[in-house]
């Protein structure tokens, strides 16, 4: 075992959305520069992100007379959080979400011009990059390297150096358990979630029962990093809910999943009944399935969808006993465990509504009424899914850690979903991409100035 010793301006930990955007603006700003990455390769979350941007005031808005403002989204904001979040933090994320595109398009990723409405909300203000979240990592991580940035994988950080009540760099262990002592002008926590932390999940996360992602890196370093360094540590139970998933699956792929979800078929509670209108905003519809008896639902298609898409897991599941099937509604009540006469009357009714046109129970709108006509019919029964979580130390508009007494942890920043203040719930797709992109950026422009 070595210990390594180096010398930088700044210190990203985590190679992820914050920690790869972090590292081209430190490059551009000329600072010398470190990404810890514990995993072999970059990524985190925003791997596997669909690359969705929120931002107002675009030229892409402006091109198809999309009529939006800057203040329009802080308003959404800080009204979707009920005030909770912190103004000055959402101030500075929407007036630089706009620009933000245009860097990243600097930068070298290409932006669809579609612009999409997420959430709930009229104004389409959501931006895609083509190749989703795995294209924009393969740029910043490339931008990153060519503006001189060090990349250390399967390098994770274990510990902060403070000295004199500044945080003054990082120890970090390498793959085979080599220590580096990497001292610099100011480090920044980019660590991600905490989604795979049973512990921390257990005691924070609000819907108790859930699917989680299969993100193995989140794990909450940075928040115990912060907590070491004397942070305040913000509200931990915020996460980000997106619709459903089936418990234990051996396997259903996600884009087969994803193509269940989102064909907006009927889904009933333990009673057999349905309780929303299912075409919902993602985190309404997990959340109304939490606040369903034992949080769990059953999604019901029939063979006209199925028939439709290229599911190439579907056996495998009806074998493993994840997806029920049967030819009538009564029987397929029966193998769910569902009271029968409560769900067949469900079934005829909404199949009723999908003829009409019109959802007389929750004003589901008619393209979302498909009538379930085509046995087998199929059931599948679905948990609320959470993709992460988000929240850490409270940070200021440079994203410099904040004591409890509100003054800044000298030399340490923190930027993504290891922060708190900036989500209550996830007022949209797109937001979580922006936040970590932006605060890293700021990370480096602060250290840039005062380090
Ligand atoms: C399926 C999915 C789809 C999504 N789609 C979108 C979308 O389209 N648009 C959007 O805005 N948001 C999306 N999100 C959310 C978005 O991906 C996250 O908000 C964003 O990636 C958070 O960035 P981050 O830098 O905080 O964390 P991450 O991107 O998760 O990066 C954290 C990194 O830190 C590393 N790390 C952790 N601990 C250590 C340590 N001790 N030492 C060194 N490295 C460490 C991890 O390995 C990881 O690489 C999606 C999330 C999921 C799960």
């Avoid at 921390?200 to 859930?210: F, G, I």
């Amino acid at each position: 075992m070595t210990l390594r010793k180096m010398e930088t301006d700044v210190v990203f930990i985590g190679g992820g959305s914050a920690g790869l955007s972090g590292a081209v603006r430190a490059g551009e700003l000329g600072l010398k520069t470190v990404v810890l990455e514990k995993l072999g390769s970059c990524g985190g979350d925003a791997m596997i992100a669909a690359g969705f941007w929120i931002a107002a005031e675009t030229r892409f808005q402006k091109e198809k007379g999309i009529e939006d403002s800057k203040d329009a989204l802080y308003r959404y904001f800080m009204d979707y959080s009920s005030y909770k979040c912190q103004p000055d933090l959402i101030r500075v994320l929407v007036d630089r979400a706009a620009a933000n595109i245009e860097w990243l398009e600097k930068q070298g990723l290409v932006m669809n011009k579609d612009v999409q409405i997420h959430g709930p909300t009229t104004v389409p203000r959501v931006h895609q990059n083509d190749g989703m979240g795995a294209q924009y990592i393969k740029v910043m991580k490339e931008r990153a390297e060519a503006l001189g940035a060090e990349i250390l994988l399967k390098t994770g950080a274990k510990a902060l150096l403070i000295e004199n009540n500044r945080v003054v760099g990082v120890l970090a262990e390498a793959d085979g358990g080599d220590q580096l002592e990497i001292r610099g002008k100011g480090v920044v926590l980019c660590t991600g979630g905490f989604g795979r932390n049973k512990d921390m999940v257990s005691e924070h996360v609000p819907l108790k029962k859930h699917v989680m992602v299969r993100a193995g890196w989140a794990n909450g370093d940075g928040i115990r990093l912060a907590r070491e360094a004397g942070a305040q540590i913000g509200d931990l139970n915020v996460c980000i809910a997106y619709k459903a998933e089936t418990p234990g699956t051996t396997g259903l792929s996600m884009r087969s999943f994803f193509i269940i979800l989102f064909s907006n078929y009927p889904v009933v509670n333990k009673f057999g009944e349905r309780f929303m209108d299912e075409s919902i905003w993602y985190v309404y519809f997990a959340h109304a399935l939490y606040n369903q008896p034992d949080s769990t639902g059953y999604i019901i298609i029939d063979e006209a969808l199925r028939k439709g898409n290229p599911f190439t897991d579907f056996e495998k599941e009806i074998g493993a006993g994840t997806i029920k099937k049967a030819d009538t509604f009564k029987d397929l009540a029966l193998k769910a465990g569902l009271p029968p006469d409560n769900f067949v009357a469900a079934m005829e009714r909404y199949n009723r509504y999908a003829q009409a046109g019109k959802d007389q129970e929750f004003g589901k709108s008619a393209d979302n009424l498909a009538p379930l006509q085509t046995a087998p019919f199929y059931a599948i029964e679905i948990w609320p899914l959470v993709l992460n979580t988000v929240g850490g130390p409270l940070i200021d508009a440079n994203a410099r850690v904040l004591r409890p007494d509100g003054t800044p942890v000298a030399g340490l920043y923190a930027a993504g979903n290891n922060t708190s203040g900036l989500y209550d719930g996830y007022p949209s797709t797109g937001t979580g991409l922006q936040i970590s992109s932006i605060f890293g950026q700021l990370a480096a422009e602060h250290i840039k100035e005062n380090g």
